[in-house]
Every structure is written in C-alpha cells, then in structure tokens.
C-alpha cells in the first residue's frame, strides 16, 4: 500500500492518520511508514496537518543533523498517542502511563503556541523558532482531537492497529478499511466455516 495514497487517510481526523503511520496486519506496529525524512515529508506533506510555511520549513530548514533525534521524537509520540487512545477507544477508565505522558506534552505543546485566528475559529500554532515546533504541531493536533470529536466514536480496526472515526450508526465500522483488514477478516470467517 503507497504511503499517500486515500487508504492512508482514513482515521477521520488528522491526528489519527498520524497514528496510523505503520503498515500493519495483525497489531504488530513494527513497521513505520514515516520511518525516514523523506518518507515523513511526503506524509506531511499529503496531510491537512501542517500549514503552507510549516511544510516549507520541514523541507528547506530543518538541519540534517536534527533529522534522527526529531525522528525518534517523532515515533515516540506516535507510540504514546497510540498507546493512549488504544486504551481510550477499548473503554480503560484509568488514566495510565501513557496518557500522563501525553498530557504532559501537550501542556509543553500549548506553552510554546499562541492562538491565532484561522478562518472564523482561534487555533493554536506552535511558535517555529522552537525546536520542538514539529512535535508541537503534531501533540496540538492530538489535542484538538481529544477535546473537540466525540471520543465514543474512537475505534481500533479489530484486524490491525490502525484508529478511526465511527462515522456509522449503530456499532458502525469494525475495520480501518473494507478493501484490505475487512477482506483478510472475511476470507478468513469463511475458511474457518468451510473446516
């Protein structure tokens, strides 16, 4: 499956798309789609998540030798979102280790931003001449997510760990996608059935 291509969009907000930055089959997460710059530059780029003088930021002044470190940030705030929504979408009412640490930065997130006006609605941008700006972008979308989308329509696919939006009615949606986990989850309802 191409990394930009509308089956990688499918979470139904951008900050679940970010989560969903792995190719995965069976909840492993062991394979990255953003796992190298030019492959998070594409990403970004396809995204609604970074504004036209962010995107020329990424791609003209981040340094090549901050390109690992802001990477390796990058995946940990992918796997800490993961973990915690994971955790909210399946019903956890306890707060655990990994929505503490998103907490915590989405409150370093918000300290480093200013709101702005963007269309008729305030948004918060993450001041770039921190060097955290892109983690910061990433954590407020995170946030937006939390506080503004109605959070009992957060789903896991039941095949791999891709995170979506139930749009549906009733139980909805119970894969990421019809095309690729809801045929694998088919295919193999019926072998089973056929033994």
Not at 95 to 122: F, M
Not at 177 to 195: E, I, L, P, Y
Request: aromatic share 8%; hydrophobic share 35%; net charge negative.
């Amino acid at each position: 499956m191409a990394l930009c291509n509308e089956d990688a969009f499918i979470g139904g907000h951008p900050a679940l798309d970010f989560v969903n930055t792995v190719d995965d089959q069976d909840k492993c997460r062991d394979s990255s789609r953003i796992s190298d710059w030019p492959g998070f530059l594409g990403w970004a780029n396809a995204s609604s998540l970074f504004s036209e003088q962010q995107m020329n930021a990424l791609e003209n002044e981040i340094q090549q030798t901050d390109i690992t470190t802001l990477l390796t940030s990058i995946h940990e705030l992918r796997e800490t979102a993961y973990a915690s929504l994971s955790g909210i979408a399946s019903g956890e009412t306890q707060t655990d280790e990994a929505l503490q640490k998103l907490e915590e930065g989405i409150r370093i997130a918000l300290n480093n931003s200013s709101l702005k006006l963007k269309g008729n609605n305030y948004i918060w941008v993450p001041d770039m001449v921190n060097p955290n700006w892109v983690i910061d972008v990433l954590t407020l979308s995170i946030e937006s997510l939390l506080r503004f989308h109605d959070i009992s329509k957060l789903k896991e696919c039941g095949r791999c760990s891709w995170m979506f939006l139930n749009q549906g009615r009733g139980r909805g949606r119970r894969w990421c996608n019809m095309r690729t986990c809801g045929n694998r989850a088919k295919s193999v309802s019926f072998r089973n059935r056929k033994q």
